[in-house]
């Protein structure tokens, strides 16, 4: 079965670049949300998007942005990046009426 | 707004033996309960969930998990634990708007022979 798929699985940056992570859902889910996950740390809610339009949003910094397109699929963008904006980002989908959330794999971003 | 509290960081169990890891929850209605697993460097999989219905629900690796309403508790046991088991375990909480998913702390079980 398909699952969600994240783009690029790894990305080093230095610091003050700016970062793209994609992220493509379950084909039919309409829900996507992105987490940070840091070293020995629990996944933190960025924000999510429901038909294209944000959901939630959590503890996203004001130097990310985010949006879905009409696919479903979603981009997260990270700008002026620091050393601590080094982390693991999930993204992960849910489908129309249903219950469970699945995740990708995450991308792997190291700021350097 | 729904919290996750995991009360143990660390817990060290041997090959065989039985496992329960703790996790309790704040939320208003009714929640909607997760446990998820994490290996090293790996994404998060699914253990199982909890919505409404039979409070002992079954998941995959042979976990379960009990949902006790008067307690706040949504604890994962095992009967019999792996070598394989030993990961990071994310209890998790969604709110009944489906907006977000908020994870507890996590609890990193070791398994010694």
């Known amino acids: 079965a398909a699952g969600v798929i994240q783009s690029p699985r790894h990305l080093i940056k230095e610091k003050r670049e700016t970062a793209t992570l994609k992220c493509y859902p379950i084909?039919?889910?309409?829900?996507v949300y992105w987490y940070q996950q840091g070293p020995g740390q629990d996944p933190q809610f960025l924000i999510s998007f429901y038909e294209k339009m944000q959901s939630d949003k959590g503890s996203i910094p004001d130097r990310f942005s985010a949006q879905q397109f009409s696919d479903y699929h979603s981009e997260l963008n990270m700008s002026s990046l620091e050393l601590g904006d080094s982390a693991l980002y999930f993204c992960a989908s849910r489908g129309v009426s249903g219950n469970t959330i699945y995740f990708g794999e995450g991308s792997w971003l190291t700021v350097v | 707004a729904q919290s996750v509290t995991q009360p143990d960081i660390h817990i060290t169990v041997s090959e065989g033996a039985s496992l329960e890891l703790r996790c309790n929850y704040s939320y208003g209605a009714t929640p909607y309960l997760f446990w998820y697993v994490q290996s090293p460097g790996q994404g998060l999989q699914l253990l199982l969930k909890?919505?409404?219905?039979?409070?002992l629900v079954q998941g995959i690796k042979g976990f379960e998990a009990e949902f006790k309403r008067s307690q706040s508790s949504f604890n994962l046991r095992k009967p019999s634990v792996h070598w394989s088991d030993a990961a990071e375990y994310f209890c998790?909480?969604?709110?009944?708007?489906?907006?977000?998913?908020?994870f507890g702390t996590g609890t990193r079980l070791l398994v010694s022979p």
């Open positions: 084909p039919r889910h309409d829900t």
């Open positions: 998790a909480v969604m709110n009944t708007g489906f907006q977000k998913l908020v």
């Open positions: 909890y919505f409404s219905g039979d409070t």
